[in-house]
């Protein structure tokens, strides 16, 4: 099965960026919708944003024109890259499908963004 590896999380003050890489053990190639979810303390987890095979994307509002998702033409991996971070955005990203279905969640990767 499919195992998910989400990488390039940490610590960045408000207005800095990051870029987070979600790699596949497989290839994702066929799978038409990936996206990135979060969850942050205290609450549940998210959507953020999707990507279709085809590259169309949305996005939450939230992040909406602060965010961009994008995945490899290799098909194995997914990325996001975050701009103009806000305290609020803090939690643990993750990488999964559309739910329909899910893959098993990989761990998460950590974003901390302080004020």
């Known amino acids: 099965q499919v195992r998910l590896v989400e990488s390039g999380g940490g610590l960045v003050q408000a207005g800095g960026s990051l870029r987070l890489s979600c790699v596949a053990s497989?290839?994702?190639?066929?799978?038409?919708?990936m996206g990135w979810y979060r969850q942050a303390p205290g609450k549940q987890r998210e959507w953020v944003a999707t990507?279709?095979?085809?590259?169309?994307?949305n996005y939450a509002d939230s992040v909406k024109g602060r965010f961009t998702i994008s995945r490899s033409n290799a098909g194995n991996a997914v990325y996001l890259q975050m701009n103009n971070l806000k305290p609020e955005d803090t939690a643990v990203y993750y990488c999964?499908?559309?739910?329909?279905?899910?893959?098993?969640w990989g761990q998460g990767t950590q974003v901390t963004v302080s004020s």
């Open positions: 999964n499908t559309d739910g329909m279905p899910f893959l098993p």
């Open positions: 497989g290839s994702i190639f066929s799978i038409n919708v």
């Open positions: 990507i279709t095979r085809g590259g169309s994307t």
